[in-house]
């Protein structure tokens, strides 16, 4: 079975910095597309931004400029920095792999990290 947990979430003042992190752990072959994605309250989880094994990646147009997605693939992890953090980027954080366990490939979601800026 494929776990992934988020963590690096928290508190923190308009202008300021978080950097999330998202470790897969489990029967892994390969990990395909790694992405952020994120959930306010009284709206629809939105994509935030996307990496594909290779290191390419895609951001949404709110995030550009501000926030940058990496991974380690020797770790299995994926990282989010945020920086210049506004109000309307709080929102629970969400993690998704696509994942080949050596049977079939699936996708997989974390359990999610609680981002709040104030302001």
């Known amino acids: 079975q494929v776990q992934l947990v988020e963590s690096g979430g928290g508190l923190v003042q308009a202008g300021g910095s978080l950097r999330l992190s998202c470790a897969a752990s489990g029967i892994i072959v390969k990990i395909n597309t790694m992405g952020w994605y994120r959930q306010a309250p009284g709206k629809q989880r939105e994509l935030v931004a996307t990496i594909t094994s290779s290191g390419s990646t895609n951001y949404s147009d709110s995030v550009k400029g501000r926030f940058t997605i990496s991974r380690d693939n020797t770790k299995n992890t994926m990282y989010l920095q945020m920086n210049t953090l506004k109000p309307e980027d709080t929102a629970v954080y969400y993690c998704?792999?696509?994942?080949?366990?050596?049977?079939?490939?699936?996708?997989?979601w974390g359990q999610g990290t609680q981002v709040t800026v104030s302001s």
């Open positions: 998704n792999a696509n994942i080949f366990g050596g049977f079939r490939t699936m996708n997989y």
